[in-house]
């Protein structure tokens, strides 16, 4: 059973569409990138999975369910987490209470999942009692991916997660996306870092003005010439 599978999906921002039927497929394995020009509709796309644009047409169904056009507070329940570009960490809290805010619907003992995301990003440990807004970009996307780590989440959704950020701190992150996926976590992630998330992921989509345009295997799509051309700049 696919984790999450997308089918012809229509949405979009007052009378314009956006997305004009778009299908993808995530499965419980999978590290699933997609990538495409600036405005092709990517951020929208995960944007209308996870509830916050209403699909008009079209479905997502998410483990087995149909959850088209649920509100992202029940998605979140359900195991679905949302990482967007804009990071939304709390600047004035501390690092240790962002990642305590991340799992308030829990019913849990969270200082084995605080651990767990200490152990996967050892510089929030040291820095756990200072504001989060005073960490670096790439230490506040870790925050804000911890955050979501902090639910225990059946998918895990992206958006740019190494945008802003120096090279070195986007192939860290990168390499920790690999990691959370070894550790049972399918991904489905944006980024404009084509080819290095193509050499990460399992499959990629591309997406061009709100439409599948290609797909397949990410190494397959790595190794093609016209997506070198069009898509990964030669
Ligand atoms: N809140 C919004 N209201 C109206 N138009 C929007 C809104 N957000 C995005 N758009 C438009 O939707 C199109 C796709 O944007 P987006 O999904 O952000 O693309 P991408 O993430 O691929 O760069 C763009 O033309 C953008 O201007
Ligand atoms: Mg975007």
Redesign the pocket.
């Known amino acids: 059973m696919s984790t999450l599978l997308v089918r012809d999906l229509v949405a ?3 009378g ?1 569409d ?1 997305l004009h039927g778009v299908s993808i497929d995530v499965g419980p394995d999978e590290i699933v990138t997609i990538i ?10 995960l ?1 209308s999975i996870f509830g916050l644009v209403p699909p008009r047409a079209g479905s997502v169904t998410f483990m087995g369910k149909d959850v088209t056009g649920e509100r992202p507070n029940r998605l979140v329940h359900q195991g679905m987490c949302f990482v967007p570009q804009n990071r939304n960490v709390f600047p004035r809290l501390t690092v240790e209470e962002n990642l305590q805010l991340g799992a308030y619907i829990l019913n849990a003992d969270l200082r084995e999942r605080i651990a767990r995301v200490y152990d996967l990003f050892p510089p929030l440990k040291e820095k756990r009692r200072q504001p989060a807004g005073t960490l670096s970009g790439g230490q506040q996307q870790m925050v804000a991916i911890g955050r979501a780590l902090m639910l225990d989440p059946k998918l895990l959704l992206l ?1 740019e997660p190494t945008a802003g950020l120096s090279p070195a701190f986007a192939r860290l992150i990168l390499e920790k996306v690999v990691e959370i996926n070894a550790a049972g976590v399918p991904i489905l992630m ?1 980024e404009q870092n084509a080819k290095a998330a193509l050499a990460m992921s399992h499959r990629a989509y591309i ?1 061009t003005m ?1 439409r599948n345009r290609m797909e397949g295997p990410a190494a397959e799509l790595l190794e093609n010439p016209e997506v070198g051309r069009l898509f990964l700049g030669g």
Request: a positive charge.
């Open positions: 979009g921002y007052g314009l956006i495409g020009p600036n405005g092709a509709g990517k951020s929208t796309l944007k958006d944006i997406l709100g």
